[in-house]
């Protein structure tokens, strides 16, 4: 499959977005780790805006970042949302309200639990009535987005968004299932396009288990392998640094292998 890289955003620490990270993944900054900053999503109305927790946030802002950059109106983007596990704060919340006598659940927890949540608060907040997908697939979230997104390009002519977006979880959850960082990624692709091209990529599925591209720098590749949108960081280095690179990404375990031209 082949799509073309329209824009990009990013979102992750001391990688505040794509124009300041793009030297950091280019190796002609250095990487500088810092909190991430996640601001209250204007887009939404007040009380809508109220009701988001940080992956709304980190999913929506990241998503918006791509947009601007690409300078599209939602309503001709499709989008994909990935995420290894959605909001794991919000299903903290219910599992100690279920552990009351009362059992009571908040409903606006109960909303925001959903896998969706995040494309909901999208079409909130764009007033876009465009196709959107939500997808999960464990530590193989990012690879399993980009492979639906590339699909969706491929079969029409809108454009695609792909969001994906991970977020650590609160103990004791986060004993069982340690995801590190917090880091969100977004790709706007097409088929086609007349300007604004930064990249051509060619995906090929193989039944082959390789070695993923890893990262130079080593804070980098902590970041890579410890939380599963980090996936797309060999990408997002490649693009950074132009050219023609080819970027090997793990899928599903030792079942397969994502193959990624660019250029």
């Not at 639906?148 to 390009?153: D, R, S, T």
Request: hydrophobic share 45%; charged share 15%.
């Amino acid at each position: 499959m082949r799509a073309l890289i329209r824009a990009i955003g990013l979102l992750g620490p001391g990688l505040p977005d794509w124009e300041s990270g793009k030297p950091v993944l280019s190796g002609s900054a250095p990487y500088v780790p810092a909190p991430v900053q996640l601001a209250a999503v204007e887009a939404l109305p007040p009380a809508e805006r109220r009701r988001t927790g940080a992956p709304i946030r980190l999913a929506l802002s990241t998503g918006f970042q791509a947009l601007a950059n690409a300078g599209l109106p939602a309503e001709e983007v499709s989008t994909v949302f990935t995420s290894s596990g959605g909001d794991g704060q919000v299903i903290h919340e219910i599992c100690q309200a279920l552990a009351t006598p009362q059992r009571e659940v908040s409903p606006t927890r109960f909303h925001n639990s959903v896998h969706n949540a995040p494309a909901g608060y999208w079409g909130i907040a764009t007033r876009s009535h465009a196709a959107s997908a939500s997808l999960c697939a464990f530590d193989w979230s990012f690879p399993a987005g980009l492979l639906e997104a590339c699909a969706q390009v491929a079969s029409g002519p809108q454009p695609v968004l792909l969001i994906s977006y991970d977020l650590p979880y609160p103990e004791p959850l986060h004993h069982l299932r340690p995801v590190y960082g917090t880091l969100g990624a977004a790709l706007l692709m097409s088929a086609s396009a007349e300007s604004g091209v930064l990249a051509t990529l060619d995906l090929e599925l193989r039944h082959q288990a390789m070695d993923a591209t890893r990262m130079r720098d080593l804070e980098l590749e902590k970041l890579r392998t410890g939380n599963p949108t980090g996936a797309a960081l060999p990408l997002l280095e490649a693009l950074a640094g132009g050219g023609s690179r080819e970027v090997i990404l793990e899928y599903l375990g030792a079942a397969l292998s994502l193959h990624i031209s660019v250029a």
